[in-house]
Nanobody, 119 residues
Framework: QVQVTESGGRVAQTGESLRLSCAASGSTSAINAMGWYRRTPGKEQRDLVAASADGSNPYYAEAVKGRFTISRDKTRSAVYLQMNNLKPEDTAVYYC????????????WGQGTQVTVSS
């Protein structure tokens, strides 16, 4: 199994930048893709923000295109989310997720990391 731990969230001002980190542990050699999700206040579901498999064609949600960048480390057991030009609507708890070769997610969700953007 694979466990993930997110970090890097804090209170930021509009226009600031933040970098979130997610470290995976356990059977990390089985990880194919990793992604970042967020759950905004008042919503139950987590929305996919960005995802990357081999890094050649990452996915970005429309709301973050041009502002957020997802990257993986060389070991492929960590994933980062560089968030630039933050907006109040980016306020959310951010979670990462790891997926196997067949696209199935590993394990339960992590604790997430809170990002609050004040105007």
């Amino acid at each position: 199994q694979v466990q993930v731990t997110e970090s890097g969230g804090r209170v930021a001002q509009t226009g600031e930048s933040l970098r979130l980190s997610c470290a995976a542990s356990g059977s990390t050699s089985a990880i194919n893709a990793m992604g970042w999700y967020r759950r905004t206040p008042g919503k139950e579901q987590r929305d996919l923000v960005a995802a990357s498999a081999d890094g050649s064609n990452p996915y970005y949600a429309e709301a973050v295109k041009g502002r957020f960048t997802i990257s993986r480390d060389k070991t492929r057991s960590a994933v980062y989310l560089q968030m630039n030009n933050l907006k109040p609507e980016d306020t959310a708890v951010y979670y990462c997720r790891a997926y196997d070769q067949s696209g199935q997610p590993f394990g339960a969700w992590g604790q997430g990391t809170q990002v609050t953007v004040s105007s």
